[in-house]
């Protein structure tokens, strides 16, 4: 099993800027990709970004050139820098692993971000 735990969601206003990390624990050997999916109320989740443990990077068109995904292997944690943040960024950040040897995802609990504008 492993365990996710993000942090850094929050209230912020239209252009301002956050920073999520995710930390995962457990049984992280053969953790391959991390990533961020978020889901707003009456939508489906969607994909934001994903990093490989090569730090191979993709990347939401709605988020290109806004918002940075990072992981520091060391400590088997990744980060989503969000800046310039639109009301609709607004939705719970949840980050997510997968294994692939495995054949597993693993998904956090959520992390809510609110951008007013």
């Known amino acids: 099993q492993v365990q996710l735990v993000e942090s850094g969601g929050g209230l912020v206003q239209a252009g301002g800027s956050l920073r999520l990390s995710c930390a995962a624990s457990g049984s992280i050997f053969g953790i391959n990709t991390m990533g961020w999916y978020r889901q707003s109320p009456g939508k489906q989740r969607e994909l934001v970004a994903t990093i490989t443990r090569g730090g191979s990077t993709n990347y939401a068109d709605s988020v290109l050139g806004r918002f940075t995904i990072s992981r520091d292997n060391g400590k088997d944690t990744a980060y989503l820098q969000m800046n310039d943040l639109k009301p609709e960024d607004t939705a719970v950040y949840y980050c997510?692993?997968?294994?692939?040897?495995?054949?597993?995802?693993?998904w956090g609990k959520g992390t809510l971000v609110t951008v007013s504008s």
């Open positions: 997510y692993v997968d294994r692939v040897l495995a054949g597993d995802i693993y």
